[in-house]
């Protein structure tokens, strides 16, 4: 994952086809409940990382498949906008939700320049 804003999806998908083949028994652990006989994957948590790498792979790249887009790499901008909003929003303490949703279209609909794109 830490190469991941480095390579190419072909590199990419290279790396995470390696990785399961040297991991795959450890991946494939199962784990049997002493009271009910059932048994479970041991590590649930590193399965469904692996899953959603696997299904959201043809996603992953898409800033290089469309380079006129000039799509970033990373989500940093985007989180960057994100905590503006939240920030923009703590500052009306006691509001309920449907309150801070109106708050956060109406900062959304009036084009602020943090949201330009």
């Known amino acids: 994952m ?10 990419f998908t290279e790396s ?6 040297k991991w795959s ?3 494939k652990e199962r784990t049997t409940d002493p009271f009910t006989g059932k048994w479970f ?3 649930k948590r590193l399965r469904s990382a692996y899953r959603s790498l696997k299904i959201n792979l ?18 940093n901008s985007l989180d960057g906008c ?8 703590r500052v009306h303490r006691g509001v309920n939700q449907t309150l801070k949703r109106k ?13 330009r794109y």
Request: glycine share 0%; charged share 20%; net charge negative.
């Open 103 to 115: 708050i956060i279209l109406e900062i959304l609909t009036k084009r602020d320049p943090v949201f």
């Open 58 to 75: 043809p996603y992953l790249f898409t800033y290089q498949k469309y380079p006129e887009l000039n799509i970033p790499n990373t989500t």
């Open 82 to 89: 994100f905590a503006y909003l939240e920030e923009l929003v």
């Open 2 to 11: 830490a190469t991941l804003c480095q390579t190419n999806e072909k590199e």
């Open 16 to 21: 995470l086809h390696d990785w399961y083949q």
């Open 25 to 27: 028994s450890f991946f």
């Open 41 to 43: 994957y041991t590590h």
